[in-house]
Nanobody
């Protein structure tokens, strides 16, 4: 049984918005941090965003700051990634992850299977 399951990816026009959802097992959701990564064809997987266990601290890669927002709902064991003003370079498979440790040295122990986001220009 998967500890993390993402959904919500689809084809969207440039400038549009999309929300990704990651449902987690209780064990995964109680990790120190949860995060989003993405991998475009021919490229390495890259960090997108992370959120601390209590939701008080959020982190973003520079290219998505001001456009993406990560949040979590404790009652639903769910994490979200709200993506606005999408650009063609945001096209990628997006992965949900959960891990232990401080933000500077997280060990990502759990991974989802990925959901595809395609932004058409």
């Amino acid at each position: 049984q998967s500890q993390l399951v993402e959904f919500g990816g689809r084809l969207v026009h440039a400038g549009g918005s999309l929300t990704l959802t990651c449902t987690a097992s209780r064990r995964a959701f109680n990790s120190d941090h949860m995060g989003w990564f993405r991998q475009a064809p021919g490229k390495e997987r890259e960090f997108v965003s992370a959120i601390s266990w209590n939701g008080e601290n959020t982190y973003y890669t520079e290219s998505v700051k001001g456009r993406f927002a990560v949040s979590r709902d404790k009652a639903k064991n769910t994490m979200y990634l709200q993506m606005n003003d999408l650009k063609s370079e945001d096209t990628a498979a997006y992965y949900c992850a959960a891990g232990a440790g401080s933000i500077a040295s997280i060990s990502w122990n759990y991974w989802g299977q990925g959901t595809q986001v395609t932004v058409s220009s």
